[in-house]
């Protein structure tokens, strides 16, 4: 087997060269851009974005809108659960003091039954 011979600066240099002239050379044979075919795609690049920020703003709206009628339920929601608890106050009969009386008698006197047992 033969034995691996090293490259000595001047032929890495030569090589290095020759590989950045064919970069160059390939660049060069690359067809010109057509400035009427890269104003076409500048023309639909800005009609997509337009496009997009049209949806964009659709969305937000919606999103905003949706958000204001959960808010406007939650309002009315809480409101109809205030109206009703204040009906419910409204309704509760408060017990006359005689009916409080007599209540309190019946407690002590269950109170006293259960003792006695």
Excluded: G, N, W
């Amino acid at each position: 087997m033969p034995a691996f011979k090293e490259q000595s600066f001047q032929e890495r240099a030569a090589l290095a060269a020759k590989a950045k002239q064919a970069a160059i050379e390939k660049l060069r044979a690359k067809p010109p851009v057509d400035e009427a075919v890269l104003a076409e795609q500048r023309k639909v690049a800005e009609e997509r974005a337009a496009e997009q920020a049209r949806l964009s703003a659709e969305k937000k709206a919606a999103r905003e809108q949706a958000i204001a009628e959960k808010k406007a339920a939650r309002e009315a929601a809480a409101e109809e659960a205030r109206l009703a608890e204040e009906a419910k106050q409204k309704m509760r009969k408060v017990p006359t003091e005689a009916e409080m009386k007599a209540a309190r008698d019946a407690r002590y006197a269950a109170r006293k039954a259960r003792l006695k047992r």
